[in-house]
């Protein structure tokens, strides 16, 4: 796909060259002063420091630049974020702060985009310029300059699958289609490359060889030591750009990284025995003849003792990355291992909670949209007059609960307050909540990719879904939902989150919708849309309580069952989990519709309800009841002294949980059926029955 600039091509197109800085004294001002003499007309300079505590700050202020200062120190990616989220500009030109670009280096930037209509990211190559006369520094630049000749050839342009932040351009509709940098890797390490994956499913990165830039390279220890830093940050882009011919790490890097390690290794182990300091030997002589091309590189540039000078760097370069990469990969084989051997114990935990291990809780009663099918529609039509719980006061809330299988945060439109993350945050760090639920009507997309983002970063343990409302096909659900253009701005959050699916292995999208009256006839193409169009899972839910329109509850129970049939949806979950228990979702959303079928004949609930022990729902206001349909309340959070625990004990629960057990109090409320099959033993036989057939049984050849 391509993002179309404003008014094409044919003009010259504004720059916003974006440069993070974090105590940076010692370069910035080279790198400011450089920028500001390009003989391009049209370009703003953002610089946006990351709290440093040198004198960078002063530095840029002596510059016409926009200087942009963090709040707290979040790492060059968030720095970098900030800096395009202020751009003005049509390109961002991202470059860091120890690098000189050249006077013309903007408009060879520019003149690249305009070059060819397709092309949406650009990136630089370094300038072989040797004019620094320190040893150590002048190795970085014969290494950083050769890796570049080695990827090019000789070519005017090349494609790779990395992102050049040190001097690389994209578009700003391209950079915000993928979500931008990874914040989620602060410090240095593996946001370009990252990012650079990401953009490459959808566009070419085209790195142009006559658009060179200088590097202000530190000193040879201070490198090797960002060096380490980073290859421990890199492991799983490392990994993932493996055997791609267009890896940025090229595979002679790492090929080269792999030999210095066991020629490491067998010197070590020579002291055990000795035949082995041979093979460490060779394995080192190896690593040298293989890099052939670098030495005779750096002697026809120098000479012949500054060539045999660089064998020793470029081993040092070897060993430090690959000292980095293993430490990662061994702390990221023992975390897998760790969190495989207790997955089935961690997943097991909430049935010991002492407090209902399933949360709902309404953020707001405030919303965009005006639902026919609304059951909160008093509560929306007062919510100006109403007094939602602050942050403070749900952080109580939060304090008094134990563990948390799972956390749903409703509205209300909940994405109106802007603090869902801190709200998020509170419960994953008090309540280790296993899955949070965020249900969304997508009709503020920016605004949602960048609480999703942030919930990720805050919450990186936790299995985030978040459910975008899709009622019917544009005109219906428009109708449905009282508001134009809904629809099509609930798809466009969809496919901006997307991206950040790819990202993050914890977030889950899904559409969801309200099974009415006015979107029965539009089930089969809706459906169809969702799986085939978005290739997203799709709830379907029956319209319930006390709704805005009492006419869109002008359908059966036996007409809902029987759609769903048709729709065949429970075939569509597929447990994440790889543990023995792996499937048992899978299992419970395909029981709960027959269970519902089954109640809604017998005019009960097939096993016994437990609304209010083992799932609450936290109104907006604070006030506390066991479910969604039942009207009775436990009594307020704020009168309770946020202490759920006591409330949930206290004589006014004691009553409606008599109630809930003597009344044969039902619903058709579809969150609590599965819940019910998981807390009653009763019901396990028929759970492990269907699970067992599900487990073993034929899939269907091709």
């Known amino acids: 796909m391509s993002v179309e600039l404003a008014e094409g091509r044919d003009r010259d197109l504004s720059l916003s060259v974006v440069i993070p800085v974090y105590n940076a004294h010692e370069t910035l001002g080279k790198t400011l002063a450089a920028a500001f003499a390009s003989d391009y007309p049209d370009f703003e300079v953002i610089v946006v420091d990351d709290c440093s505590t040198d004198q960078s700050r002063e530095i840029a202020g002596q510059f016409p630049a926009r200087l942009i200062r963090q709040p707290r120190n979040s790492g060059v990616a968030s720095a ?13 030109v991202f470059i860091d702060s120890d690098i000189v670009l050249a006077p013309d280096s903007l408009r060879k930037f520019a003149d690249a985009f305009l070059s060819d209509p397709e092309i949406q990211v650009v990136g630089g190559v370094m300038a072989s310029a040797l004019a620094d006369k320190r040893w150590g520094v002048t190795f ?44 989620s890797l602060a410090g240095i390490g593996g946001e370009d490359y990252d990012l650079g994956l990401r953009l490459s499913k959808h566009h070419r990165i085209v790195y142009f060889t006559d658009i060179k830039v200088g590097h202000l390279y530190l000193p040879l220890f201070r490198k090797l030591k960002q060096w380490f830093k980073r290859s421990r940050r890199v492991l799983l882009p490392f990994l993932r750009t493996t055997g791609r011919k267009d890896n940025p790490n090229g595979p002679l890097e790492q090929f080269s990284v792999m030999l210095v390690m066991l020629s490491l290794l067998a010197l070590i182990l020579a002291s055990f025995f000795p035949p082995l300091l041979w093979a460490s030997l060779g394995t080192f002589l ?16 120098k000479n012949m003792p500054f060539a045999f000078y660089s064998i020793i760097c470029n081993t040092l370069y070897y060993l430090t990355v690959g000292i980095g990469i293993s430490l990662a990969l061994a702390r990221f084989m023992a975390s897998k291992f ?21 949360v709902i809780l309404f953020v707001t009663s405030r919303c965009n949209n005006r639902c026919n099918y609304c059951f909160n529609w008093q509560r929306q039509d007062e919510s100006a007059k109403r007094q939602e719980l602050t942050l403070d006061e749900i ?18 439109e909940p994405t109106l307050r802007d603090d869902i993350p801190e709200i998020c945050e509170a419960f994953y760090k008090n309540n280790s909540a296993h899955i949070i639920n965020m249900h969304t009507n997508g009709y503020l997309p920016e605004k949602i990719v960048d609480i999703t983002r942030e919930i990720l970063v805050r919450c990186p343990h936790s299995f985030l879904m978040v459910q975008v409302t899709l009622d019917g096909l544009p005109e219906t659900h428009d109708a449905i939902r009282g508001v134009k253009g809904g629809f099509d701005k609930a798809v466009k959050t969809l496919r901006h989150l997307l991206p950040l699916a790819d990202r993050f292995p914890n977030l889950g999208l899904r559409v969801g919708t309200t099974y009415t009256a006015y979107n029965r006839h539009e089930m089969v193409p809706l459906h169809e849309f969702v799986v085939n169009e978005l290739e997203l899972k799709h709830s379907i839910n029956i319209v319930r309580g006390d709704v805005r ?21 429970d075939e569509q979950f597929k447990e994440r989990d790889k543990h023995a228990f792996a499937g048992m979702k899978e299992v419970l959303m395909r029981l709960a519709p027959e269970e519902n079928a089954r109640a809604a004949k017998l005019g009960r609930m097939t096993y016994p309800c437990v609304a209010g022990k083992k799932v609450i729902v936290i109104g907006d206001t604070g006030d506390l009841y066991p479910c969604e349909i039942l009207n009775k309340s436990f009594g307020n959070v704020r009168q309770g002294n946020y202490n759920l625990r006591k409330m949930l004990k206290s004589k006014e629960a004691e009553k409606i949980f008599s109630f809930i057990r003597n009344s044969n109090c039902y619903c058709t409320w579809e969150c609590i059926l599965p819940i019910n099959l998981v807390f009653n033993l009763k019901a396990w036989p028929l759970v492990f029955k269907t699970w067992f057939k599900l487990k073993f049984k034929k899939k269907p050849t091709d």
């Open 338 to 358: 760790v969190r495989t051997a207790l997955s089935p114990i961690d997943g097991m935990r909430f049935l010991l909670s002492r407090t209902p291990p399933y």
């Open 80 to 92: 970098r974020n900030k800096g395009a989220e202020e751009a003005k500009g049509e390109i961002i």
């Open 549 to 569: 329109d009492p006419r869109s509850k002008d359908i059966t129970m036996e007409e809902y069952h029987e759609a769903m049939k048709e729709l065949r949806l």
């Open 140 to 183: 970085i630049g014969l290494k950083s300059v050769h890796i570049l000749d080695a990827r090019h050839k000789g070519k005017a342009q090349y494609e790779s699958c990395c992102f050049p932040s040190y001097a690389g351009a994209v578009t700003k509709g391209a950079f915000e289609e993928v979500g931008g940098f990874d914040t």
């Open 286 to 301: 190896l690593s040298v003849v293989i890099n052939y091309h670098f030495y005779y590189f750096v002697a026809s540039q």
């Open 395 to 412: 952080r109580k809330v939060s304090k008094s609960l134990g563990h948390i299988k799972y956390l749903a945060i409703t509205g209300g």
